[in-house]
């Protein structure tokens, strides 16, 4: 089952425009939560996380909102720049027992000059 | 990441023939990961370890086996190779057992013919 959904496989912005990406999850027990970038050929990096006890964590040009009730988070990228262009993934995990992490599908941001 | 490498980068078995992956740390951390990408996916956890000798299964593991003698290498077999298991596999370490971004390896692109 798929406790984590990115419904957007794709997103295409105009550079220097804000790049919102959505995530779902089921799972009532999931109380941390991170964001990762992908880029080709490269293994996924971490990107930005949020605790079930804040609604938002802001680093930079990005920022992530969580809202419990709705079991939905988003993840901001304002400005978006071309070299934002990667896949993103969302993830969650339950607690301390973070080892079953469970990730989204990915979306695939495309930022265009 | 030169904390975490992976090896082989590319491989082409055939079915029904044992294969080993290897996942090689410099960082010292307790966990480690593996995880398979599949389109429409994301990524899944096989399994994982949070020590040496200390291994437990992820939502996947059903056709592969794990070993960590060693803090530094992690290793991942399919017994049996099957077309089904042709996917992009990444190691992962995470310094604790918290809520930490993990640190991915470049991946191992594994085609089962």
């Known amino acids: 089952d798929q406790q984590v959904k990115q419904n957007s496989p794709s997103l295409s912005v105009q550079e220097g425009r804000i790049s919102i990406l959505n995530c779902d999850y089921t799972?009532?027990?999931?109380?941390?939560f991170l964001w990762y970038k992908k880029y080709p050929a490269e293994g996924p990096t971490f990107l930005i996380s949020?605790?079930?006890?804040?609604d938002k964590n802001e680093d930079g040009r990005f920022t992530v909102f969580l809202n419990k009730s709705a079991k939905h988070l988003s993840l901001h990228i304002v400005p978006s720049q071309p070299g934002d262009s990667a896949v993103y993934f969302c993830?969650?995990?339950?607690?301390?027992?973070?080892?079953?992490?469970?990730f989204g599908a990915g979306t695939r941001l495309t930022v265009k000059p | 990441d030169a904390g975490i490498t992976q090896s082989p980068r590319h491989k082409v078995t055939e079915t029904g023939t044992p294969v080993t992956l290897r996942c090689h740390q410099t960082?010292?951390?307790?966990?480690m990961y593996w995880y398979r990408q599949d389109p429409g996916h994301g990524l899944r956890l096989i399994h994982y370890?949070?020590?040496?000798?200390?291994?437990d299964k992820g939502e996947v593991s059903d056709g592969y086996s794990v070993s960590r003698s060693k803090t530094e290498d992690f290793l991942l077999t399919l017994e049996s190779a099957t077309s089904s298991q042709t996917s992009v596999y990444f190691c992962?370490?995470?310094?604790?057992?918290?809520?930490?971004?993990?640190?991915f390896g470049s991946g191992t692109r594994l085609t089962v013919v």
């Open positions: 992962a370490i995470s310094r604790d057992r918290g809520n930490y971004g993990y640190t």
């Open positions: 799972n009532s027990m999931f109380d941390y």
């Open positions: 949020i605790s079930s006890i804040k």
């Open positions: 993830a969650a995990s339950a607690g301390a027992k973070n080892n079953d992490m469970r």
């Open positions: 960082e010292n951390h307790r966990y």
């Open positions: 370890s949070y020590g040496v000798k200390d291994t």
